[in-house]
């Protein structure tokens, strides 16, 4: 038995003895995540993980790292944080496979005023639940408790993934050429970003988040709670069946920053708006916040969580293939000389 203790420590707000507790408390979760590959489990200095790179002539790690936002006050206000941690794991996941990588494992990282060992292992269910989704292992992370610096009800989390790719199968801008289609993959509402202004236009801090709303179907904090979609397994199973030639996640910039990540000089994305399905919950924060459309399409993700370039020769197919995942795809655009950018019609 662990028999660490400073009186003086905890006098001064830091309880080690809660810190080990929610290590005891969230190890079931962690256990979910266990992968091949995966050479120690959590409580050491370092995560340990050894990659199966047989078959690949030139491996590449690929790292990405993110948090979940102010995003993270909509669940404290709800007492709600089995979810946030899904949104933590997506938004890096979900970054690393726009170069064609799979993830192989995460870290998270939680800061909190006051550590709550049930809390600690109600987040970190969410991000062991995320990891399962993507398919890769949590191999360890870090709890910090921080008194005198916030709130005692207060948590941040970040985290990090890092995956693998064959350097001849990563994906580059240089691949998208005129004539390619753009395919939407449906979001499952606002994921993780914007809410800042989300939280503005509705008046989060005073709104009724448990009652009923007709026009958005659900509760308002439980819309505004949806985990972000983990796109993964369906992206990858589709590069590997398919040219796909570029992969955008939109998060925060929206349509306006991402999308042109993955296009080469000279050419414009041209999305025709009437083919996207935007959810209500967009509807009410623009008509709410007074928000003109471009700053909609410039903050949101409206309802495209990740946009997938395809040859156009092959864009039946991949839908086929994306559909056949549970994914929701939609034709939205296509790829035209231009200077750059976005164009919405």
């Known amino acids: 038995m662990n028999n660490s203790h400073s009186q003086s420590y905890a006098a001064a707000g830091v309880d080690i003895e809660a810190g080990y507790k929610g290590v005891q408390l969230m190890k079931k979760h962690v256990e979910r995540t266990m992968i091949p590959g995966v050479v120690s489990g959590i409580g050491g200095f370092g995560g340990l993980f050894a990659p199966d790179i047989s078959g690949m002539k030139e491996p590449v790690l690929v790292s990405g790292t993110d948090g979940v936002g102010t995003k993270i006050r909509v669940a404290q206000l709800m007492d709600r944080h089995d979810t946030i941690g899904i949104d933590c794991v997506a938004m890096c996941v979900n970054d690393i496979i726009c170069c064609g990588a799979k993830p192989l494992f995460f870290l998270d990282y939680i800061a909190i005023g006051k550590n709550d060992p049930e809390k600690v292992a ?102 505004l709670l949806q985990p972000t979609q983990i796109y993964v397994k369906p992206v990858l199973s589709a590069m590997e069946a398919a040219q796909i030639h570029g992969v955008s996640h939109i998060t925060g910039g929206g349509f306006y920053e991402n999308i042109p990540r993955c296009l080469p000089k000279g050419m414009t994305a041209k999305i025709d708006k009437s083919a996207l399905r935007i959810d209500p919950i967009f509807r009410m924060i623009q008509r709410l916040g007074n928000i003109p459309e471009r700053d909609m399409f410039n903050t949101f993700n409206m309802g495209t969580g990740m946009a997938l370039i395809v040859d156009k020769n092959d864009a039946d197919k991949v839908r086929t293939l994306l559909l056949a995942a549970g994914q929701a795809p939609r034709i939205i655009g296509e790829v035209v000389p231009g200077d750059g950018g976005v164009e919405l019609l």
């Not at 989704?133 to 890092?162: R, S």
């Not at 580059?172 to 005129?178: F, H, I, L």
């Open 122 to 223: 109600s987040i970190v269910s969410g991000v062991a639940e995320g990891c399962v989704q993507a398919g890769c292992a949590l191999i360890g992370g870090e709890t910090a408790e921080h008194p005198g610096v916030m709130a005692a009800h207060d948590y941040d989390l970040a985290g990090f993934a890092v995956g693998i790719v064959d350097k001849e199968k990563m994906l580059d801008p240089s691949m998208v050429a005129a004539g390619d289609v753009i395919i939407s993959l449906q979001s499952s509402g606002l994921h993780s970003n914007g809410f800042s202004l989300v939280r503005k236009a509705l008046d989060v801090e005073h709104a009724k988040l448990d009652e009923w709303s007709e026009e958005l179907g659900g509760e308002l904090g439980g819309v």
